[in-house]
């Protein structure tokens, strides 16, 4: 059986569980339930991005990851100020301090929407964001996390090239610095990369095993220590205490 894959507006693959669904309504519950919970898997997911060139969208930002699972929704929100999820939040409404008010209105709008608390890469705040990082971090060039009057001089001077004003294309450097631009990767001649396609099975970049949704507990296991002469089981060396884990790579 062939599954047509159609798209959204912008471009992106849309929905497969809904596609499976309408493909496959006449068939038995049990066929159509088991593929929609195929479908919504994660790996499928990332798998259909890598297929179909979607590992890059037009902001440049990568779409093979879902948004993080957060409790702290905009429905949550709303509930809690006693507002309606359907209009905005305004400073007035609000009942916490002013700052936090200031925090969650990232686009600076002067009211909260639910927008305001979307982070994912596909959205227009969420590529702005992105590009605001590697635009602040081209800044900071001592790396302590802020930028001061004398590092935004200091940057307007290397646009200006020394002036002490910029014209506007003093300004294209800005977007057409790596520094600024976020990694893309590319496909050659509308084919599949062999390498994203590699490193997705291999389990580089993507997992065939999800990790636990919010407020699920996360699955013991057990791992072999650097020199391989004993193991540590989860459980037995921490027991119900709280547990981070931090992979990192430093190919």
Not at 1 to 19: C, F, I, K, N, Y
Not at 117 to 134: N, V
């Amino acid at each position: 059986m062939s599954l047509p894959v159609t798209r959204t507006a912008a471009g992106e693959p849309d929905s497969l569980p809904a596609v499976v669904s309408a493909t496959v309504r006449h068939a038995p519950t049990w066929l159509t339930d088991g593929l929609v919970w195929v479908c919504e898997r994660e790996a499928v997911h990332q798998l259909l991005h890598v297929v179909l060139h979607r590992n890059a969208g037009k902001d440049g930002g990568t779409r093979w990851y879902r948004p993080s699972q957060t409790r702290y929704t905009w429905e949550r929100l709303a509930r809690q100020l006693r507002a309606s999820v359907d209009e905005p939040i305004t400073r007035e409404q609000f009942t916490g301090p002013s700052a936090w008010f200031d925090l969650l209105d990232r686009d600076r709008d002067g009211k909260l929407t639910p927008r305001d608390l979307d982070w994912s890469e596909g959205t227009r705040l969420g590529g702005a964001s992105q590009l605001a990082k590697s635009l602040f971090f081209a800044i900071d060039v001592n790396r302590d996390g802020k930028v001061t009057a004398a590092e935004w001089q200091a940057y307007m001077k290397k646009l200006g090239h020394g002036r002490e004003e910029l014209a506007i294309d003093d300004l294209i450097p800005i977007f057409m610095s790596e520094q600024v631009k976020p990694a893309v990767a590319r496909t050659k001649n509308g084919q599949v990369d062999p390498t994203l396609l590699r490193a997705f099975m291999d389990g580089d970049i993507g997992s065939w095993f999800e990790g636990p949704g919010l407020e699920r507990r996360a699955p013991d296991f057990t791992l072999k220590t650097a020199d391989g002469k004993s193991a540590i089981t989860l459980s037995d060396s921490f027991g119900t205490k709280p547990v981070v884990l931090i992979f990192g790579s430093f190919t």
